[in-house]
T-cell receptor, first 110, second 115 residues
Framework: EDKVVQSPLSLVVHEGDTVTLNCSYEVTNFRSLLWYKQEKKAPTFLFMLTSSGIEKKSGRLSSILDKKELFSILNITATQTGDSAVYLCASRDSNYQLIWGAGTKLIIKP | DVKVTQSSRYLVKRTGEKVFLECVQDMDHENMFWYRQDPGLGLRLIYFSYDVKMKEKGDIPEGYSVSREKKERFSLILESASTNQTSMYLC??????????????FGEGSRLTVL
């Protein structure tokens, strides 16, 4: 059965710290991996990764995919309280359906 | 900006009641989706639609039905609500097949409580 597992489930850090969120996947005929940020509202798209080893970057956020070891990481540097959210990872299979992880709840303490 | 609007943000219903959750998108997207989100679980796909009057079952369609009479509107129907349908319901839309951009645009969610 296809699955996506995120770790840790929750994380509390201080403002200014760097965090790394993990997403491992077992998906038949993998196509891509997506990251979303969910504050107390609609999830918003962060990154889509399709190729191994190519970092995607947006400001203080970056992400990379390892298709050999079947995982992705999301890094956030110099964290701010506005980064507090649930970070969702999803993997797309050959039928273009998304399999979602349970999310990592990130809390940034001032 | 793409906007996906879910008309009811919070609902409280009684067991056995019929529940309608409405979702409207304003970007002429072909694909629309209904998910439910529960603590500790990933988003689970209930139904999706890739065209008007077309619908496909997702992973957990039991107890739900959908309607897509117009391209911009996708409704989720609980014919007889049960307590295990208490959840956050998220609507999403996307352009073409997901392979094109990968991006789903989500509404802000409808939190349903069934007593």
């Amino acid at each position: 059965e296809d699955k996506v597992v995120q770790s840790p489930l929750s994380l509390v850090v201080h403002e200014g710290d760097t965090v790394t969120l993990n997403c491992s996947y077992e998906v038949t005929n993998f196509r891509s991996l997506l990251w979303y940020k969910q504050e107390k509202k609609a999830p918003t798209f962060l990154f889509m990764l399709t190729s191994s080893g190519i970092e995607k970057k947006s400001g203080r956020l970056s992400s990379i995919l390892d298709k050999k070891e079947l995982f992705s990481i999301l890094n956030i540097t110099a964290t701010q309280t506005g980064d507090s959210a649930v970070y969702l990872c999803a993997s797309r299979d050959s039928n273009y359906q998304l399999i979602w992880g349970a999310g990592t709840k990130l809390i940034i303490k001032p | 900006d793409v906007k996906v609007t879910q008309s009811s943000r919070y609902l409280v219903k009684r067991t056995g009641e019929k529940v309608f959750l409405e979702c409207v998108q304003d970007m002429d997207h072909e694909n629309m989706f209904w998910y439910r989100q529960d603590p500790g679980l990933g988003l689970r796909l209930i139904y999706f639609s890739y065209d008007v009057k077309m619908k496909e079952k997702g992973d957990i369609p039991e107890g739900y039905s959908v309607s897509r009479e117009k391209k911009e509107r996708f409704s989720l129907i609980l014919e007889s609500a049960s307590t295990n349908q208490t959840s956050m319901y998220l609507c999403a839309s996307s352009l073409f097949g997901l392979a094109v951009t990968g991006e789903l645009f989500f509404g802000e969610g409808s939190r349903l409580t069934v007593l």
